[in-house]
């Protein structure tokens, strides 16, 4: 179990579902503008998945240079970066982590936050009562399939995964919302797993809320982080608390 310093002047940020990708660039230039202004000034930044819209293999790093390099740039002005994967971007590789200068974290990872037992996850594991998702996460996951996937060339990756991506909002047009959020069960099993951490903190729901739970008796806060299609957002983490935070 990792800590953050505890320096009273610290802090973290955590951020996920940014989704960034050609066809929005807004978000990647709001992106960079927080690297510039907040996280310069903070202890470590957490990327819980669903960082890009699609990571398609560490060979294509270079359609990705601005970020990446701004990525670097704070890494080597002293920031401490993780990167955990989400569904969108599960097959970015230690080569991505390398130039961006960055750690990647396991799903889950508990760590210590400023005095807080603190459990991270990108959140689509707990999605359980959405079957057919979960299958197709157990397949692409598996590292047979992901050697399988990357020995094909670029182009004919990004056409599978474009592919993909059609088929699943179709299909998610179809599903009940209720199906797309965290199961309960699987949360307070998760939680039970890690011996009631004070907090677990994901995203991928894109339903930023602050969950106040009880579980065997035992008080935990369920943070969720919002995406950032309309507007970008983070949570700050210091000895103080923690404070949701929007972006211009």
């Given at each position: 179990m990792e800590s953050a310093d505890q320096d009273k002047t610290a802090f973290s940020l955590l951020i996920s579902d940014l989704h960034l990708c050609d066809s929005r660039p807004a978000i990647t230039a709001q992106f960079l503008d927080f690297l510039h202004r907040q996280a310069t000034q903070a202890r470590a930044l957490y990327i819980l998945g669903d960082?890009?819209?699609?990571?398609?293999?560490?060979?294509?790093?270079?359609?990705?240079?601005?970020?990446?390099?701004a990525l670097r740039a704070?890494?080597?002005?002293?920031?401490?970066?993780?990167?955990?994967?989400?569904?969108?971007?599960?097959?970015?590789?230690?080569?991505?982590?390398?130039?961006?200068?960055?750690?990647?974290?396991?799903?889950?990872?508990?760590?210590?936050?400023?005095?807080?037992?603190?459990?991270?996850?990108?959140?689509?594991a707990l999605c359980t009562d959405d079957a057919a998702y979960q299958a197709f996460r157990r397949q692409v996951r598996h590292p047979t399939w992901q050697q399988e996937f990357l020995q094909q060339p670029l182009d004919m990756r990004k056409a599978q995964i474009a592919a993909l991506r059609q088929r699943s909002e179709q299909e998610k047009s179809g599903k009940q919302e209720s199906i797309m959020d965290v199961n309960p069960e699987a949360v307070a099993a998760l939680l039970r797993e890690y011996d009631y951490p004070e907090l677990l903190i994901h995203g991928h729901t894109h339903r930023p809320a602050l969950h106040p739970l009880e579980v065997d008796g035992h008080r935990i806060d369920r943070w969720v982080l919002g995406d950032w299609y309309e507007q970008g957002s983070y949570l700050l983490i210091d000895q103080q608390g923690i404070h949701s935070q929007p972006l211009p």
């Open positions: 960082f890009f819209e699609y990571w398609a293999g560490d060979d294509d790093l270079a359609h990705y240079q601005p970020i990446i390099q704070l890494s080597d002005h002293g920031t401490q970066l993780y990167f955990m994967h989400g569904n969108r971007d599960f097959l970015i590789g230690e080569a991505f982590a390398y130039a961006a200068g960055l750690k990647l974290l396991p799903d889950p990872s508990l760590l210590i936050l400023h005095g807080k037992r603190a459990l991270l996850s990108h959140g689509d």
